[in-house]
């Protein structure tokens, strides 16, 4: 590594120290800890709901999967863009127009008030141990990258490096600070593709005559997926727009619901087709420079997610290496800082929430601040166990969708406000989804545990709300 790239690398970290420190100063109790004040704009609210959904993982997975089948996975986020547009159009009006939900940080709050204190508490669990899991994936996404990039890096050391630097300026600065770092990353991220990424890998590899006669046609093609790709990548991504912690935060966050709706299409626009294409094209130019013997790694033990790290390490000279690898990081940290938010606030507001309110509003920041960082600390732990960042994103998501979904949807728009119902539902669904992900047993049609998990859950709920309807009307 060249010690301009390096210089380069150490500087953006320093910026985004510089940060955390910044709001630390300027934060004043929970509502510009959690929340960023309510009265943020719609672009940093929207740049940030991108930065924070296709982040790291997305990044990395969306390499290998364009490394693996080209670009047909792209459509792995259209269904960001689905869930995005939806949520702006029937969930955002509802959460921030209810006078109810005026003083909320979480989404738990909102399950308590729809059902009880004893399905909240569930609720906050469950997106407690899916926000965990969620920021482990992206210090692992992280250290991929570094270690894929820089070969003298190992991938634990990597780790911890990324590790701690997501979590000191989390825990300094809050949620402004989450967001407003998350901005500038995105900005990197995007310019980093645009005008280093793709045109140098493109050059690189020969161009397009060259690029077409070493992929066979499917990768280039739209429809080289299975229809349960599609159905598995629907089932979990597009509800989690409808129960993400983090997303509700930054509802919270705007400054009023036609902020708020804006904001979401800004968001879903970005993330299909613009980051979609981008993504998976820097994943087939991987896969074209490795079929030319470019990637010097054994195609047994290559993993895929690893194929456009090794790429930009053999091809880009120094100072662009550190502007490149600088955007790669950006979005790792701006999903990570995301989630240890959520997590956070989930354990602050929902699981020791009535123990804190004796406190006062600095002890309950500092309490804030240890809560986030005793959560990064256990994140980059079960990251040190795990191998593939796509599996570990998306068995967080799917954990939380088939836990949540079926009561949020039925809470807020079905009127059937059942505690029985909510609780069942959300054990069966969740406890479904996170039994078979761990069996690893074939499923029919090799569809998710998600799928089973998710119609399980409405399964419980109506179930158990018809039961309860009958007895009252038996009385």
């Known amino acids: 590594m060249a010690i301009i790239d390096l210089i380069i690398f150490l500087v953006y970290m320093v910026v985004m120290l510089g940060v955390g420190v910044y709001f630390m100063k300027n934060n004043k109790g929970q509502d510009d800890y959690y929340v960023g004040g309510r009265n943020i704009g719609s672009w940093h609210i929207g740049l940030s709901v991108v930065a924070t959904d296709v982040g790291g993982g997305f990044s990395v997975g969306l390499g290998g999967l364009g490394f693996a089948m080209g670009l047909s996975g792209s459509w792995m986020l259209f269904t960001g863009l689905l869930g995005a547009w939806l949520a702006a159009v029937y969930l955002i009006p509802i959460v921030r127009s209810t006078p109810q939900f005026r003083h909320f940080y979480t989404l738990p709050q909102i399950v308590t008030y729809l059902f009880d204190r004893k399905v909240g508490v569930v609720a906050a669990v469950i997106c407690f141990i899916g926000y965990l899991g969620f920021t482990s994936s992206q210090l692992l996404a992280g250290a991929k990258l570094a270690s894929g990039t820089f070969p003298e890096l190992d991938l634990q050391v990597a780790l911890v490096i990324m590790g701690v630097i997501a979590v000191v300026y989390t825990v300094m600065g809050g949620l402004k600070a989450v967001i407003y770092t998350d901005t500038i990353q995105w900005i990197i991220l995007l310019l980093g593709f645009i005008f280093i990424g793709l045109p140098i890998s493109y050059f690189h590899v020969g161009g ?169 600390v256990l994140a980059l732990s079960i990251a040190l166990q795990m191998t593939n960042v796509l599996e570990l994103m998306l068995y967080s998501y799917a954990f939380m969708v088939s836990g949540l979904l079926v009561p949020i949807v039925a809470g807020l728009f079905w009127k059937m406000r059942s505690p029985s119902a909510a609780l069942s539902a959300m054990l069966l669904g969740g406890g479904l989804t996170a039994g078979l992900s761990v069996a690893d047993v074939p499923l029919p049609f090799q569809l998710d545990p998600n799928f089973f998990g998710v119609f399980a859950s409405l399964a419980a709920f109506l179930l158990v709300y018809r039961v309860e309807k009958f007895k009252k009307q038996n009385n």
């Open 208 to 376: 397009w005559q060259v690029i077409r006669d070493t992929l066979p046609t499917a990768f280039f093609s739209l429809n080289n997926l299975r229809w349960q790709d599609l159905a598995n990548w629907g089932i979990t991504i597009l509800p989690i727009w409808f129960v993400g912690m983090t997303l509700y935060q930054r509802i919270f966050a705007s400054r009023d619901v036609a902020s708020a709706k804006k904001a979401w299409y800004i968001a879903g626009f970005f993330e299909w087709p613009i980051m979609a294409f981008m993504g998976v094209s820097l994943g087939l130019l991987a896969r074209v420079a490795f079929e030319q013997g470019r990637i010097a790694v054994d195609s047994e033990i290559l993993d895929p997610e690893m194929g456009l790290p090794i790429l930009l390490s053999t091809i880009l000279p120094a100072g662009i290496m550190g502007l490149m690898m600088s955007a790669y990081f950006s979005a790792v940290l701006s999903t990570a800082d995301s989630c240890l938010m959520a997590a956070s606030g989930n354990l602050t507001t929902d699981i020791f929430g009535r123990w804190m309110k004796s406190l006062s509003e600095k002890v309950v920041m500092r309490m804030s601040q240890l809560f986030t960082l005793l959560i990064g």
